[in-house]
């Protein structure tokens, strides 16, 4: 897939661009429009596809509206915190230990248990 501006439209700080997606699919080439807002005052972006909207992910087109806008650095406001590597997710605090020599007793039990009910039902 390869995107390429086709028109750009500016009012003042207020820009529209209409991105074509290229794209070859059963080998036919395919072409997809799309439309990309962009403000140069607070570098809001927003882009037909919704893709931002829809699963907090930064399109392929918006990013080359910011390349052609020379933006060096994505605001943070479309940096979400669930694509950190700093995010602090609950389930790695689950401890979870398969086949350690350092059993709890009560472990140590059941598992002697088990083996002894196993040799009992045959």
């Known amino acids: 897939m390869n ?3 086709d028109k750009v439209f ?5 820009c529209r661009y209409d ?3 290229e794209a070859i699919h059963n080998g036919k080439p395919q072409h997809k429009n799309y439309i990309v807002g962009f403000n140069r005052a607070n570098f809001n972006i927003n882009c037909s596809c919704m893709l931002f909207e829809f699963q907090g992910i930064v399109c392929r087109h918006s990013l080359l509206v910011f390349a052609q806008e020379r933006v060096t650095k994505a605001p943070e406001k479309y940096l979400l915190c669930r694509w950190s590597k700093n995010v602090h997710r609950k389930y790695i605090y689950i401890r979870a230990c398969y086949g350690s020599k350092e059993k709890e007793p009560h472990i140590e039990r059941y598992d002697a248990l088990c ?8």
């Open 19 to 21: 991105v074509v997606e």
């Open 3 to 5: 995107c390429v501006v």
């Open 115 to 122: 083996k002894r009910f196993y040799e009992i039902a045959l």
């Open 10 to 14: 500016v009012e003042g700080e207020a």
